[in-house]
């Protein structure tokens, strides 16, 4: 019995031997794929912060070899004028064009594509070319059935019939006829938080509260970078339920810790998500500045970019909407916009826009320095979104 007894104990100890070797191989094994993982993510890391870098040093040296003429045009987004569209390019080193129904509302597939390829064989860097398609009320291109089979329903009917998946595949469907077409930016999606419906903005938006319409926002967001179309994200501050700014001016009473708690959450989820742009409305935002329009107010766009961290392109909305026109001339409401923090002017009074700004940096009244940082940031769009690449 004794012998049997120093088996059995020789056994149980050779057991536990090879229980504690394999949990010790295991867990070697686990160190090392750990370590194999964290080496991987490291060499990863370090290979975009390469690329980042060499892309960094790329834009730098392009905005180097530019004229002063050649930067103050990348930053107006023009809306696409009905005579000399070839020339204007050419002439103004326009950023990009703006098509807006009357562009597309006679034109095929063909035609359209062809007008859009000339556009970016004029220039000598690619343009960003817009089109608001928003989807419901506001769509360029859908409302054309040469263009589009149907026009592109809104998000909050998108919604009704299919959830959050028929949101992203609707994304996916504007994004696919843009691209064909040639248009790289649909100018959407409005994350105004609206839920009264008699309000302006309601139609437009996805209807929902804060937290519905920021879930909205995360998945256009994320779909149109999987799909690598250009995101603009509007009209910050936040639109709410305030009337009209396209025929009159607009003042907004809300506390700016309301904004922050209920209108600035869509936004900050949108930049979380990796948005491209962000468009600035013209409504005066009392708590803000009372004094100007957001476009051109510094206190907004310090917001932006201080307090939301958005480093991407801040655009204006269409210059020559009531609520800015009627609040300051054209030739002066470019350089405001500059100066005022926008790294992209919507206009079609870039004509009259263009030389002063130009004229405003060689005084010293318009830093080159912000002209620089703001023509940067408009080239690393286009670069993300592959123009660069197609010159």
Known sequence: MKGKGKIVSGLIIILIGICIGTVWAFNCKQDTKTATTAATESSTQATTSSTS???????????????????????FFARTPQENQISDIQDYHLGGYVLFGEDTENETKASLQEKIQSFQEASDIPLLIGSDEEGGTVTRVSNNPELVDQPFKSPQEIYAENGWQGIIDDTKQKAAVLDELGINVGL?????VSTDEESFIYDRTIGMDA?????????VVKTLQE??????????PGYGNNRDSHV???TDDRSLEELRKNDFLPFEAGVEAGADSILVSHNIVSSIDPDVPASISPAVHKILRDELNFDGVVMTDDMDMAGLADFISQEEAGLAALKAGNDLVMSSSYQEQIPAVIQAVKEGDFSEKELDASVARVLHWKQDQGLLLKK
């Open 53 to 75: 870098k060499k892309e960094e040093k790329g834009i730098s040296a392009m905005v180097d070899q530019m004229s002063l003429e050649e930067k103050v045009g990348q930053l």
């Open 188 to 192: 959407f999606p409005d994350v105004d």
């Open 211 to 219: 937290k519905g319409t920021s879930k909205y926002v995360e998945n």
């Open 227 to 236: 799909v690598n179309s250009g995101s603009t994200l509007k009209h910050f």
């Open 248 to 250: 009159e001016i607009v």
